[in-house]
């Protein structure tokens, strides 16, 4: 089993930064990707980010060139650098994690979220 704890979130104005940390314990030998996905009142969640281990990054076209993804891997942590937040970026962000590698990212743990909030 694997374990995820984000943190990070809270409130921000418009044009503000966050970063959004993620720990992943348990059984973390194999980990082939991670990432954060958003859901927001009345919306189906959505991918916002993701990394593999490799490093290799796939972004939503809605945070491209402003949100970044990184990763320690010593650690076992997975970061989401989030700069010039806009209003739509408000939501709860989940980390997630995949074990095993597939034709298209696919969580197999997900974190409890972090509520993210943009407001002037």
């Known amino acids: 089993q694997v374990q995820l704890v984000e943190s990070g979130g809270g409130l921000v104005q418009p044009g503000g930064s966050l970063r959004l940390s993620c720990v992943a314990s348990g059984t973390t030998f194999s980990i082939n990707a991670m990432g954060w996905y958003r859901q927001a009142p009345g919306k189906q969640r959505e991918l916002v980010a993701a990394?593999?281990?490799?490093?290799?990054?796939n972004y939503a076209d809605a945070v491209k060139g402003r949100f970044t993804i990184s990763k320690d891997n010593a650690k076992n942590t997975v970061y989401l650098q989030m700069n010039n937040l806009k209003l739509e970026d408000t939501a709860v962000y989940y980390c997630?994690?995949?074990?095993?590698?597939?034709?298209?990212?696919?969580?197999?743990?997900w974190g409890q979220g972090t509520q993210v909030t943009v407001s002037p």
């Open positions: 997630s994690l995949e074990r095993y590698w597939r034709s298209s990212y696919t969580p197999d743990y």
């Open positions: 990394i593999t281990s490799g490093g290799r990054t």
